[in-house]
């Protein structure tokens, strides 16, 4: 009974735009973000997006430093995705940078709502990594 109320980026559109969403918005997207990075001038692009809608970002063409986040939770000493409460994390870690107006990695590191604090840095996936016991 329930009509769908959101466009998931992966709803078959190649129907009407020949293309899927991805495809649609990337070249759009990256080119816009470029052109706040060139008026603004950060050193660093944040990306709390989720999976799904930052994919549609090509980071390799965008014009500055793009640092990503994961939090997991540290079960019996193994790491695991928290599942829905990442929504709530991503959220918090936007209110942190703006409320604290970081600019710098470091600056990042002091984040710990919800239990969840610095671990690491992941250099592979240009990432930062946020732990809770």
């Known amino acids: 009974l329930i009509e769908p109320y959101r466009l ?4 078959n559109m190649n129907k009407f735009l020949g ?4 495809d649609f918005w990337k070249i759009k997207l990256t080119n816009e973000l470029n052109s706040e990075i060139k008026e603004n001038k950060p050193k660093i692009l944040y990306n ?4 799904e809608y930052s994919s549609v970002i090509d980071t390799n063409k965008i014009e500055c430093c793009v640092v990503n986040f994961d939090f ?3 079960v019996d000493g193994n790491l695991v995705g928290i ?3 990442i929504k709530k994390l ?7 940078i703006l409320t604290n107006k970081i600019n ?3 600056g ?3 984040f710990n709502e919800y239990g969840f604090n610095y671990s690491g840095f992941d250099e592979s996936n240009n990432q930062l990594i946020f732990v809770s016991k």
């Open 8 to 11: 998931e980026m992966g709803t």
């Open 19 to 22: 293309k899927d969403l991805y």
């Open 48 to 51: 709390l997006a989720s999976k």
């Open 72 to 74: 997991k939770k540290n």
């Open 83 to 85: 599942g829905m409460m």
């Open 90 to 96: 991503r959220g918090a870690m936007s209110k942190f």
């Open 104 to 106: 710098n990695l470091d």
């Open 108 to 110: 990042l590191k002091n």
